[in-house]
């Protein structure tokens, strides 16, 4: 299994960013995805899951309607759109396998107010 994560960047408030995580080595399709997140010296926090085919979503009460998870399971790669940012969306983001520890390197998304 292996769990490439992309797209973090250093972004102003109220801007946007769109990370992706390339899935590899698994049946990507058969598998709930979840991305998480990491702040500087806090623990990590769930922030969205999106079902196999995609029909169904969650959200973190703090990201809901800001952000948007998607996946192309023709592309074995998962989405997370980031709107209307904030400072305290600054982390480092990663993508797991619902019900797995491992994940990748993770994307580090840094937000400027």
């Known amino acids: 299994v292996q769990l490439v994560e992309s797209g973090g960047r250093l972004a102003q408030a109220g801007g946007s960013l769109r990370l992706s995580c390339a899935a590899s080595g698994f049946t990507f399709s058969d598998y709930v995805m979840k991305w998480v997140r990491q702040a500087p010296g806090k623990g990590v926090e769930l922030v969205s899951s999106i079902n196999g085919d995609g029909s169904r979503t969650d959200y973190a009460e703090s990201v809901k309607g800001r952000f948007t998870i998607s996946r192309d399971n023709a592309k074995n790669t998962l989405y997370l759109q980031l709107n209307s940012l904030k400072p305290e969306d600054t982390a480092v983001y990663y993508c797991?396998?619902?019900?797995?520890?491992?994940r990748g390197r993770g994307t580090r998304v840094t937000v400027s107010s």
């Open positions: 797991q396998i619902w019900g797995e520890l491992r």
